[in-house]
């Protein structure tokens, strides 16, 4: 997915038949880094993803952690969460914390000690290898953060994931040369295999004869992401 709006009206239209917003059209099947409904929006799904696709590495990450965090799902609003980006309440990992701990709660101590006023005193007297740091990132995961894969999220501050529309989504990534048809630039362009949408969605149609001798058509989408 992540693809060029008519194109996708085409393919709607004429490899499944149908009209747009059909009653009938439903995803049963997908691969995603966060959860999609059966009967999601395919539009507002498919500008998601062409945002998603076009962030950097770090970015993806960010945003990533920040929806799973505040239990974001919908299309639309992760795009309002990705135009923000800059703005997420957001704080990664030093590589060095994420390369050698492994305990969520142990990682937010670890790197929370670090900008702590107290830290160069308990340095200074010898006793950091005292310093409980996983019992600090509990209690500050129960207070004040919430920890992501990559980082951490401010539980204090939020986005608007209601601030943009769909249309006005549109229009912004059309002026800023970021639409869906956009060959985006490979140096600025994250290319991870596992968590990219494929361009192409796989389609299943199956017909059968309801009682009154009315043929019916279900269509099937699943949406799949390279492997």
Same mark, same amino acid.
């Given at each position: 997915?992540?693809?060029?709006?008519?194109?996708?009206? *085409?393919?709607?239209?004429?490899?499944l038949?149908?009209? @747009?917003?059909?009653?009938?059209?439903?995803?049963?099947?997908?691969?995603?880094?966060?959860? #999609?409904?059966?009967?999601? =929006?395919?539009?507002?799904?498919?500008?998601?993803v062409?945002?998603?696709?076009?962030?950097?590495?770090?970015?993806?990450?960010?945003?990533?952690?920040? $929806?799973?965090? *505040?239990?974001?799902?919908?299309?639309?609003?992760?795009?309002?969460? $990705?135009?923000?980006?800059?703005?997420?309440?957001?704080?990664?990992?030093?590589? %060095?914390?994420?390369e050698? +701990?492994?305990?969520?709660?142990?990682?937010?101590?670890?790197?929370?000690?670090?900008?702590?006023s107290?830290?160069? @005193?308990?340095?200074?007297?010898?006793m950091?290898?005292?310093?409980?740091?996983?019992?600090?990132?509990?209690?500050?995961?129960?207070?004040?953060?919430?920890?992501?894969?990559?980082?951490f +999220?401010?539980k204090? #501050?939020?986005? =608007?994931?209601?601030?943009?529309?769909?249309e006005?989504?549109?229009?912004?990534?059309?002026?800023?040369?970021?639409?869906?048809?956009?060959?985006?630039?490979?140096?600025?362009? %994250?290319?991870?295999?596992?968590?990219? %949408?494929?361009?192409?969605?796989?389609?299943?149609?199956?017909?059968?004869m309801?009682?009154?001798? @009315?043929?019916?058509? @279900?269509?099937?989408?699943?949406?799949?992401?390279?492997?």
């Amino acid at each position: 997915m992540g693809i060029e709006e008519q194109e996708l009206q *085409r393919i709607l239209t004429e490899q499944l038949h149908l009209t @747009e917003n059909h009653p009938d059209m439903a995803i049963f099947d997908y691969q995603a880094d966060f959860e #999609i409904s059966e009967y999601e =929006d395919i539009y507002e799904l498919n500008q998601a993803v062409a945002q998603l696709k076009q962030l950097p590495e770090q970015d993806y990450e960010k945003v990533m952690d920040y $929806c799973d965090a *505040r239990d974001i799902t919908s299309p639309l609003e992760i795009s309002n969460v $990705c135009l923000q980006a800059d703005e997420v309440p957001y704080e990664r990992f030093p590589d %060095w914390i994420d390369e050698n +701990v492994k305990d969520p709660e142990e990682k937010l101590g670890y790197a929370l000690f670090e900008n702590n006023s107290l830290a160069p @005193e308990i340095k200074a007297a010898g006793m950091e290898g005292y310093f409980d740091y996983k019992a600090y990132g509990r209690d500050e995961a129960i207070n004040s953060y919430d920890i992501g894969d990559h980082g951490f +999220v401010n539980k204090r #501050i939020s986005i =608007d994931v209601e601030k943009y529309s769909y249309e006005e989504i549109q229009n912004q990534l059309k002026e800023n040369g970021l639409d869906e048809s956009t060959e985006y630039k490979e140096e600025n362009t %994250w290319k991870s295999e596992e968590n990219f %949408w494929s361009d192409e969605a796989t389609y299943e149609q199956e017909t059968y004869m309801a009682s009154d001798n @009315e043929i019916i058509v @279900e269509e099937d989408i699943e949406i799949t992401m390279d492997n």
